[in-house]
């Protein structure tokens, strides 16, 4: 099984810009995608950004079209989240995960969708 260690989170203020890293431990098959999931408090996990490993092919969700920038680096294993425009409403605890494609499906993907997930990385940002 792949093991993802999330990591680049902090604390930013709105309108400023992080980079997220999810590395994987093990090999990814082209067929697969990675992707990032949210969670604030008091709220369901929810879907973000997602990229095809073997094509580069993105989807997005609305509510970061435009602001947000997924990309991979197969030489090591691991794949970005480029958040720009931050917003207040974007702080939240920011999960990784491999799964099938489509991509366009992770749109319906929820905990429950994935075996195991990992600690995540926290993403804060100050109005």
């Known amino acids: 099984q792949v093991q993802l260690v999330e990591s680049g989170g902090g604390l930013v203020q709105a309108g400023g810009s992080l980079r997220l890293s999810c590395a994987a431990s093990?090999?990814?098959?082209?067929?697969?995608?990675m992707g990032w999931f949210r969670q604030a408090p008091g709220k369901e996990r929810e879907f973000v950004a997602v990229i095809s490993w073997g094509t580069g092919s993105t989807y997005y969700a609305d509510s970061v079209k435009g602001r947000f920038t997924i990309s991979r680096d197969h030489a090591k294993n691991t794949n970005y989240l480029q958040m720009n425009s931050l917003k207040p409403e974007d702080a939240a605890v920011y999960y990784c995960?491999?799964?099938?494609?489509?991509?366009?499906?992770?749109?319906?993907?929820?905990?429950?969708?994935?075996?195991?997930w990992g600690q995540g990385t926290q993403v804060t940002v100050s109005s």
């Open positions: 995960n491999v799964g099938f494609t489509p991509i366009d499906k992770w749109s319906d993907y929820g905990v429950a969708d994935f075996a195991s």
């Open positions: 093990g090999w990814i098959a082209s067929s697969y995608a």
